[in-house]
């Protein structure tokens, strides 16, 4: 994704010249090309996200459409204040940009889990918030993004997420059906998406259940119109995410149904209300708090004995 991410910025900035880059210290062996071409339009403020922030603001009141780069532990959590007072209020169209979202960076202690990302920059009015779950989306997300006329927040991956395909187009603010189905709904975001589609490949090759799958890309606005639909539609939902329970996904999906009353059962796999502690790699925690491949093969076949 971050590679998508980097061909993505440099497309556009030879589209549009008000568009400049801003990195908090990360990225090295990434934007060279990019801070070669556009000097005057690549900044590295070194670790101080609070000043790249603010700078941001500025650039954007001076009529550019600055993009912001960190880990997205250090994109959101350490310069909150900043990102509420300076990009939220005035709303000034400032993307950015989280890298390793969730626990990608699990193997490098707290400081680098960002399991509250999503949920942190929904807090804030008017804030679009989406995690892509594939290079395609990243791709096709950017654009859209710097179109709007506020402040937006993207989580992205590392290297080597797979790509995946689907007959929808890639919209802000659309829920995407990567597999259509019957029964029971899978709902996914940022990177659980190809985790779902491998256990989607399981349930239909194994046990020959196909239940629909769907990626909600954009958290925040959720497609409302889309999800209720949806849950009139199905005996159960199950929404799998990598995110703090609150603010997340999950919490955005509760909320809709309880607006609507939509009563369909609905539950959640991932990651609990609670510290993770140490270094654990990423796998062996999705794995031990039940947001895997197989979880979700168990989780969709408890759904189908009880219907």
Wanted: aromatic residues 8%; neutral net charge; hydrophobic residues 45%.
């Amino acid at each position: 994704m971050r590679r998508a991410f980097v061909d993505a910025l440099y497309s556009l900035a030879e589209q549009d010249p008000r568009v400049v880059f801003l990195t908090g210290d990360m990225g090295f062996e990434m934007f060279e090309a990019f801070s070669q071409k556009y000097p005057g339009r690549y900044v590295n403020v070194g670790i101080a996200e609070a000043q790249m922030v603010c700078a941001a603001a500025g650039l954007a009141l001076e009529g550019f459409r600055p993009v912001i780069y960190s880990i997205a532990s250090f994109a959101t959590g350490r310069p909150y204040e900043l990102i509420k007072i300076s990009l939220g209020y005035p709303s000034l169209p400032v993307v950015i940009i989280g890298a390793g979202g969730g626990y990608c960076y699990s193997a490098s202690g707290p400081t680098h889990h960002a399991a509250d990302d999503i949920a942190l920059m929904a807090l804030i009015p008017g804030m679009t918030v989406v995690a892509p779950g594939d290079p395609g989306e990243v791709t096709a997300l950017l654009p859209q993004l710097l179109q709007l006329d506020s402040p937006s927040y993207m989580r992205i991956g590392k290297f080597g997420e797979p790509k995946y395909s689907a007959d929808e187009a890639i919209l802000l603010g659309k829920a995407r059906c990567l597999a259509a189905g019957e029964g029971v709904a899978i709902l996914t975001t940022g990177e659980m998406a190809p985790i779902a589609l491998s256990a989607l490949s399981t349930l239909r090759n194994e046990h020959q259940k196909s239940p629909a799958l769907f990626q909600f890309h954009t958290v925040k606005p959720i497609d409302a119109e889309r999800l209720i639909a949806l849950a009139k539609s199905v005996s159960q939902l199950i929404v799998v995410e990598e995110s703090a329970p609150s603010g997340g996904l999950y919490a955005a999906v509760i909320a809709q149904m309880a607006q609507h009353g939509i009563r369909t059962p609905i539950v959640r796999l991932g990651p609990p209300d609670e510290w993770v502690l140490g270094n654990p790699q990423r796998n062996n925690l999705r794995t031990r708090y039940g947001f895997d491949s197989h979880a979700i093969v168990r989780q969709v076949l408890e759904a189908y004995r009880n219907i």
